[in-house]
C-alpha cells in the first residue's frame, strides 16, 4: 500500500525557498558619490552625471528589455543624450534633429551596426544583443561621438547634480559594483549590498580623450572639414 504525505523532493525544495527567499528577496542598496578629476584638478560635480553605476549580482539575472526604445538622437551636431546606459535586448532609435545629413555607425564587437545616411526625421531603429560598451560615431561627422553601455542586469543609475548616487532594490548577495565613465577606467569593487552601510566614495580621474581617435565607418580617415557648418 502506498504511502500518504508530501513528496520528499518537493520538500526539499520548499525548505530551499524558505532559506533564500530572505537573501534573494531583501531590497538592499547602495548609496555613494563620484567624484571627478583631470590633470590633477577637481571638476564640477556635475560633470558625473554622465557616469554610470551598476551592480551585477555574481549569480546572474535574466533581463527583461523595455518595449519602448530608447532614442539617443542628434542634435546640433552631437549626439543627445551623449551617454546612454539599456539592458541587453533593448532597442536604440536614432531620430535626426538637424537640418543637415547624418550617419550614425559603430564597429564596436558584437553591437556594430551602420543605419547609413538619413535627413532629418524618425531615424532607424537597432537592438543591441550583447553586453558590452558600444562606441557610436557619424559618418559626416568626425566629433560627433556617442556612448551605449549595454548591461546584462537590471540595476544602474547616474549620479544626480551633485555627485551623488542610490542604486536601490538590490539583492542581498554579492556582485560587482562598478562606476563607469568613458574617459576613465573603470572603477570596481566586490560588495553585498546591506541596509545603512556607509556611501561609497568613488574619484575617476578622467585621462582619456573626448573625441578618442576614430576612421570613419569604411576604415578610412575622415575629409578635412567633415566637421564643418551646415
Known amino acids: 500500500m502506498a504511502e500518504t504525505g508530501e513528496n520528499p523532493v518537493r520538500a526539499l525544495l520548499s525548505i530551499a ?74 532597442k536604440v532609435r536614432f531620430p535626426n534633429s538637424d537640418p543637415i545629413l547624418h550617419n550614425a555607425f559603430s564597429t564596436s564587437k558584437d553591437n556594430a551596426f551602420d543605419v547609413g545616411l538619413y535627413g532629418e526625421g524618425e531615424g532607424q531603429t537597432v537592438t543591441f544583443l550583447h553586453a558590452g560598451y558600444v562606441r557610436v560615431y557619424c559618418n559626416v561627422h568626425h566629433s560627433m561621438t556617442g556612448h551605449i553601455l549595454v548591461l546584462d542586469t537590471p540595476y544602474f543609475t547616474h549620479p544626480d547634480g551633485d555627485g551623488n548616487f542610490h542604486l536601490t532594490g538590490l539583492p542581498a548577495v554579492a556582485g560587482d559594483l562598478v562606476v563607469w565613465h568613458e574617459r576613465a577606467t573603470p572603477w570596481h569593487v566586490v560588495t553585498t549590498p546591506k541596509a545603512g552601510d556607509k556611501p561609497v566614495m568613488v574619484l575617476l ?18 575629409d578635412r572639414g567633415s566637421d564643418g557648418g551646415y
Open 205 to 222: 580621474d578622467l585621462s582619456q580623450r573626448r573625441i578618442p581617435p576614430h576612421m570613419n565607418k569604411f576604415g578610412k580617415p575622415y
Open 17 to 90: 525557498v524558505l532559506i533564500l527567499a530572505p537573501v534573494y528577496g531583501f531590497a538592499a542598496s547602495i548609496d555613494g558619490h563620484v567624484a571627478l578629476s583631470a590633470e590633477g584638478k577637481p571638476l564640477r560635480a556635475d560633470q558625473a552625471q554622465e557616469a554610470i553605476i551598476y551592480f551585477r549580482p555574481k549569480t546572474p539575472l535574466a533581463v527583461s528589455p523595455p518595449h519602448e526604445p530608447f532614442v539617443m538622437s542628434t542634435l546640433r551636431k552631437q549626439f543627445v543624450p551623449r551617454v546612454l546606459a539599456i539592458t541587453v535586448g533593448s
